[in-house]
T-cell receptor
Framework: LAKTTQPISMDSYEGQEVNITCSHN???????ITWYQQFPSQGPRFIIQ???TKVTNEVASLFIPADRKSSTLSLPRVSLSDTAVYYC?????????????FGKGTMLLVSP | GAVVSQHPSWVICKSGTSVKIECRSL??????MFWYRQFPKQSLMLMAT?????????EQGVEKDKFLINHASLTLSTLTVTSAHPEDSSFYIC?????????????FGPGTRLTVL
């Protein structure tokens, strides 16, 4: 299983763009990159997933360079409610036997 | 979207008693369900993987006789914490994989807070 490394914490202010980078140097060919958000005392919530280049949805963008050894989650114009822990995971989305390994995550604190 | 529920959302029990936590996939068939445990300010740790109709696979260090997992149907998995002790107090989260999908996406439940007195 590919190991991921993220910053332990990040601080931001409302309205700013936040970029959280995740390193996954030994990502395998079949691995996808998935980001989850978790609020205290709640289960993780899916944010975005990608394999290469750029993926965008209504809440975030995911940038993946050509070598796929890292990825960056971009949250545009964060609000106080975006304060949460963000987890980057890599895994084989096409394998029914693949499990997810959560790293320590990044605690994002958004201040007024 | 795929929804996973857990019941109860929180439970307080006395030391030595057993507690059962249910995990249900509400709008899809979950051939595989996962159970995680999360201690305060820590990440999720996978406890076990259960496949419908077969025995669960436990991660290293997780006592299978203490954490009984039953996945009797495609929409329900249960985790029973037997003879609970204060050190078992934690946030237990389940996730489910859609058996009809070729992708490995997991949908997470809201979690169950267990407090053992």
């Amino acid at each position: 299983l590919a190991k991921t490394t993220q910053p332990i914490s990040m601080d931001s202010y409302e309205g700013q763009e936040v970029n959280i980078t995740c390193s996954h140097n030994n990502i395998a060919t079949n691995d996808y990159i998935t980001w989850y958000q978790q609020f205290p005392s709640q289960g993780p919530r899916f944010i975005i997933q990608g394999y290469k280049t750029k993926v965008t949805n209504e809440v975030a963008s995911l940038f993946i360079p050509a070598d796929r050894k890292s990825s960056t989650l971009s949250l545009p114009r964060v609000s106080l409610s975006d304060t949460a822990v963000y987890y980057c995971l890599v895994g084989d989305m096409n394998s029914g036997y693949s499990t997810l390994t959560f790293g320590k995550g990044t605690m994002l604190l958004v201040s007024p | 979207g795929a929804v996973v529920s857990q019941h109860p959302s929180w439970v307080i029990c006395k030391s030595g008693t057993s507690v059962k936590i249910e995990c249900r996939s509400l709008d899809f068939q979950a051939t595989t369900m996962f159970w995680y445990r999360q201690f305060p300010k820590q990440s999720l740790m996978l406890m076990a993987t259960s496949n419908e109709g077969s025995k669960a696979t436990y991660e290293q260090g997780v006592e299978k006789d203490k954490f009984l997992i039953n996945h009797a149907s495609l929409t329900l998995s249960t985790l029973t914490v037997t003879s609970a002790h204060p050190e078992d107090s934690s946030f237990y989260i389940c996730s489910a994989r859609d058996g009809t999908s070729s992708y490995n996406e997991q949908f997470f439940g809201p979690g169950t807070r267990l407090t053992v007195l």
